[in-house]
């Protein structure tokens, strides 16, 4: 597997990331069925990790953890906080007083010193942010975080962060996860080359759009687990938006019938195939899954297969808002017109 720069830090990853939030009571409970499928990952050449303490409530770090016993120096490490984390309302954000604690619990589940990648994983509208950077940038400065990374920051946030962080001379956002597969494509408006602008690496995330571009979901489907139960507006087969969905599909796997390539490996490779895309986070419950997964990074898409697919959805087009972290927010009454 080839490596690629993580932006401008100078550190080397692979085109595919393995993302564990299936690991733990949200996917697979098996600790040691999870661990054996991180060591395959390890082992066909995948030296990205990502995870967050949300995650089946911190169990998911602590499977990582007990993965990576042995093999830590091999790994680049991200993990992400903000997510409630309990009842509290001081147990979530991007708060100096949160950031300190929720760093100190990922250390201690993850079983390690330091942290490569430490991101915020969504933007917290209560809070400046230059109290999270200057929050983050001690962190940096302590040795217990490398470099410190957004998820889900609109093109404005990723430039407001950027410039808040040249002006204080704090640490800088290196990273942007954001959501992005072939039904899932508004970051190509602006996310991607305001970060490309600013020399920052990307990790998307969904490249198989919640299971949409797997062959797992049809018609009949319904959302039975509790990832997909939280999001069912992305599943309810009675929305329109879901039902455009489905054509996509059909037509899609028409292109990878043709390309002769599988609809998981199409999808994984036409992110990675983005000059934008640093990696793409893939995130197997099981060994079957990621056996699956594993052969996108070596798929190559010419440009009449990528015409193809633009003609089916085009560039910059999200088919159902609900798949990003982005289309809630338009609709907020604050940010309407009247």
């Known amino acids: 597997m080839d490596f690629r720069p993580l932006g401008r830090t100078g550190v080397q990853v692979s085109p595919l990331c393995l993302g564990t939030m299936m690991f733990g009571a949200w996917g697979n409970p098996d600790h040691d069925d999870s661990v054996r499928i991180i060591h395959r990952a390890l082992d066909a050449g995948i030296n990205f990790v990502d995870t967050a303490d949300v995650y089946s409530a911190g169990e998911s770090e602590e499977i990582v953890g007990k993965a990576l016993k042995g093999r830590r120096d091999d790994v680049v490490l991200a993990t992400k906080f903000f997510m409630p984390m309990g009842d509290d309302p001081n147990r979530r954000g991007g708060s100096r007083r949160w950031i300190v604690k929720a760093v100190e619990d990922s250390l201690r589940r993850l079983d390690t010193d330091w942290i490569d990648l430490y991101q915020v994983h969504r933007p917290d509208p209560a809070v400046d942010v230059d109290e999270t950077l200057g929050a983050l940038t001690d962190l940096v400065q302590q040795g217990k975080v490398r470099y410190i990374g957004s998820s889900s920051y609109s093109g404005s946030e990723i430039v ?15 990273t942007e996860q954001p959501p992005y597969s072939l039904l899932t494509r508004s970051i190509e408006l602006d996310v991607l080359p305001t970060a490309q602008r600013h020399g920052m690496g990307i990790l998307t995330y969904s490249p198989l759009a919640g299971g949409w571009l797997s062959g797992s979901w049809s018609a009949d489907s319904s959302p039975i687990s509790p990832a997909r139960q939280r999001l069912a507006a992305r599943f309810d087969m009675s929305l329109p938006e879901n039902q455009r969905k489905l054509e996509a599909v059909e037509q899609l796997q028409q292109v990878a019938d043709d390309t002769g390539v599988s609809m998981i490996e199409l999808a994984i490779a036409f992110v990675i195939n983005h000059p934008g895309v640093t990696s793409a986070i893939i995130g197997p419950r099981t060994m079957q899954q990621l056996d699956s997964q594993l052969p996108a990074a070596d798929a190559v898409l010419d440009a009449a297969v990528l015409d193809r697919i633009d ?6 087009v999200t088919i159902n808002p609900a798949d990003t972290s982005y289309g809630e927010q338009v609709l907020q009454p604050a940010l309407r017109r009247r």
Request: proline letters at 5%; zero cysteines.
């Open 311 to 316: 003609q089916i959805v085009a560039p910059g």
């Open 160 to 174: 407001e962060a950027q410039w808040t962080a040249r002006e204080r001379r704090l640490e800088r956002f290196r």
